[in-house]
């Protein structure tokens, strides 16, 4: 069995069944977690924001600094093999400062965007130490590549879902001739596009949008007869929203992976979304359907189309769901682990 060590720290806002922390559960391995926030007290604050100023990513935290405590007994105690850093973008520290550890091998998977990752990483340098980073898309490479990291080190494993909590539920569907046409998400989310379509579709009673995000951003869509804003909603409400849902709206200004994307599919919710980032690597022609960045008319024909055609939202939602398991976590993680024994064979 393949010696590994998963570290990371876990954010209390973090879903239980979404987030690339899910893979810990299908990969042989040992788990290290520390809780993802600062620590109490004026001192120990201090503490923190000092290491901050000085450690390999800007988003570290006091919890990243504990986690790497921790880390670093299990190499005193001689633990050999491989260390995997599941958000290395924002946990990573000063293990590139430390003297190398015989019988190490360290991997670090990236999550951000490269535009994020020049703002995060303080010592790019420090990424020629890893024997292994796993990308989320393709659209990171380059940034890597022109940090020196040699391309055979850079390995593209696409992010993955549980599809087995994520599934259909034809009874969950809205009734006969509605509509509804979900958005999820926070990050990277384009907000004042969303409302613009929304606007758009304002005349059709048939057609609702509910969209799922942070509080604050709720205002965007004030005075809105035809949206429905929800916020801090549980797993089995999302699910139930992705299976109510005619369709998934995906609009973003930059993309890796996007755990909404394949939630939805899994969900059998095609996906209609613009060309961003990493956003058509998890995409098929038989599961979504996709415009050019910026061209607003094409969105909105696109999401006309798709929502008079139920023949098509029928063939469609097969194969989203048909698409998602082959992004389900067990697939993922039986990648991960070959990639693991490559290291230490």
């Known amino acids: 069995m393949t010696s590994a060590l998963l570290a990371w720290t876990q954010d209390d806002l973090l879903s239980r069944r979404s987030g690339y922390h899910v893979i810990a559960e299908y990969l042989s391995a040992e788990t290290l977690v520390a809780p993802r ?17 000085f450690a390999f990513s800007r988003w570290c935290v006091g919890g990243s600094f504990d986690l790497e405590y921790s880390i670093r007994a299990m190499l005193r105690g001689g633990f050999k093999g491989v260390l995997h850093y599941l958000w290395c973008d924002r946990d990573f520290a000063f293990l590139d400062l430390l003297t190398r550890t ?48 040699r391309n055979e080190r850079l390995h ?3 992010h993955g879902v549980d599809a087995e909590f994520y599934a259909p539920n034809s009874a969950t569907h809205p009734g006969q001739g509605m509509h509804e046409v ?22 059709h009673s048939d057609i609702r949008f509910v969209i799922i995000g942070p509080a604050h951003e709720g205002s965007v869509f004030e005075g809105m007869s035809n949206v429905t804003f ?22 973003t200004t930059q993309a890796t992976a ?24 998890y995409l098929t022609d038989e599961c979504a359907m996709l415009t050019e960045e910026g ?51």
């Open 37 to 53: 926030h600062d620590p109490p007290g004026s001192l120990a604050l201090l503490r923190t924001r000092l290491l901050r100023r």
């Open 102 to 149: 015989v019988g190490l091998r360290l991997v670090g998977t990236f999550h951000h965007p490269p535009g994020q990752l020049e703002q995060i990483i303080r010592r790019p340098k420090s990424l020629r130490l890893f024997d292994a980073i796993i990308l989320m898309s393709e659209t990171q490479r380059d940034w890597f590549l022109n940090q020196g990291v």
């Open 156 to 158: 593209v494993i696409l």
């Open 182 to 203: 979900l958005a999820v998400g926070s990050t990277g989310r384009n907000f004042p596009l969303l409302r613009q379509v929304a606007a758009h579709f304002a005349r």
């Open 230 to 251: 929800r916020s801090g909603i549980s797993d089995d409400e999302l699910r139930l929203c992705y299976q109510r849902a005619a369709c998934l709206l995906h609009l």
């Open 258 to 281: 996007n755990n909404v994307l394949l939630e939805a599919l899994a969900c059998g919710t095609p996906v209609i979304a613009q060309r961003v980032g990493g956003v058509p690597e």
């Open 295 to 345: 061209d607003f008319a094409a969105l909105v024909a696109a999401l006309e189309g798709y929502l008079a055609n139920p023949a098509r939202q029928q063939r469609m939602s097969a194969a989203s769901r048909l698409h998602a398991s082959s992004l389900s976590w067990t697939r993922v993680a039986q990648q991960t682990q070959a990639l693991y024994a490559s290291l230490l064979a």
